[in-house]
């Protein structure tokens, strides 16, 4: 169908903007859950097509589990949360395994699926409950630089920029992706932060986080393009049409959120809303 890329947009990012800006943060936190569970089964479904064991229910259970630690602010349970996955998960792939030397694989993804997610989940909703303007900006850089990339790299895309990875990306594309979220960042940064003072200082300011916050996004999706070219497929799901799965979509924020965490965190408190 033409324009669906477009047409599931237009759909989904109202609706997700108005449980942001208008929800309590417990409604934006069952909506990150959901999300980012029904990725992590798109992922486990990638991992599948390998033959390892891969531990469904505990990971998704882990995935949660750090999801609700990060909506309780407490950064002793991720930490703990983040511990009984990295020991847990390889624990159970013991059992869950085929025999026959997949044990170290069934390991190792088990616990890369359930933090690559489960972290760039938790940074969402600690975006959310710090300010929903944090995570607006965030949505906006990710978003905006994501289209320049498509229609620039539609229209102008000449060079590839990861041909093995992502044949369909083009350096044309990467430097519009860069551009878009660093003009969105500067206009917006004064616009989310009305009473902060040296305005020209904060759109500056804003600039460098959208080039910084939009270079993470690229790797974050190029990173997810090594995970279904290792495992031999072209989406992750089937669940948004003209976008692929969930994860296809949250690749680029699981990755730009947890920057954003470390950015705010090492400013001076009260600096930004």
């Known amino acids: 169908m033409r324009y669906q ?58 995935l949660l589990a750090l999801e609700a630690a990060a909506y309780a602010g407490s950064a002793g349970a991720l930490t ?28 190792a993804t088990n616990v890369l699926a359930t933090l ?11 975006l959310r409950a710090r300010s929903w303007r944090a995570v607006l900006l965030l949505l906006a850089i990710v978003w905006a630089g994501d ?15 990861a041909p093995v990875v992502s044949p369909k990306k083009s350096w044309e594309g990467f430097w519009a992706q860069l ?4 003009l969105l960042a500067a206009v917006a940064a004064p616009l989310l932060a009305p009473n902060a003072a040296a305005k020209p200082v904060l759109v500056l300011a ?3 986080l959208g080039l910084l916050l939009s270079a993470a996004a690229v790797v974050g999706d190029l990173v997810e393009s090594t995970f ?23 690749d680029s924020l699981l990755y ?18």
């Not at 551009?179 to 660093?182: C, F, K, R, V, Y």
């Not at 730009?256 to 809303?273: D, E, K, M, R, T």
């Open 147 to 161: 289209s320049a990339a498509y229609y620039a790299g539609r229209r102008w895309g000449r060079r590839r920029l």
């Open 5 to 62: 890329r477009e047409l599931t947009a237009a759909v989904l990012i109202p609706a997700v903007l108005a449980v942001l800006i208008a929800g309590p943060l417990w409604a934006w936190a069952l909506l990150v859950a959901a999300a980012t569970a029904a990725a992590l089964v798109e992922f486990q479904g990638m991992l599948g097509t390998m033959g390892w064991g891969i531990s469904r229910g505990a990971g998704l259970v882990l």
């Open 228 to 250: 279904k070219r290792s495992c031999a497929v072209k989406d992750s799901g089937g669940l948004l049409p003209g976008h692929g799965g969930l994860l296809d979509r949250l």
């Open 179 to 182: 551009l878009a979220g660093a």
């Open 206 to 208: 804003g600039a460098f």
């Open 80 to 107: 703990g949360v983040a511990a009984v996955a990295l020991f847990a998960l390889p624990t159970l792939a013991l059992f869950s395994a085929p025999p026959g030397g997949t044990w170290l694989q069934a390991s």
């Open 116 to 126: 690559y997610v489960g972290a760039g989940g938790a940074a969402v909703i600690a």
């Open 256 to 273: 730009a959120s947890p920057l954003l965490v470390l950015v705010l965190a090492a400013l001076p408190a009260g600096s930004v809303p």
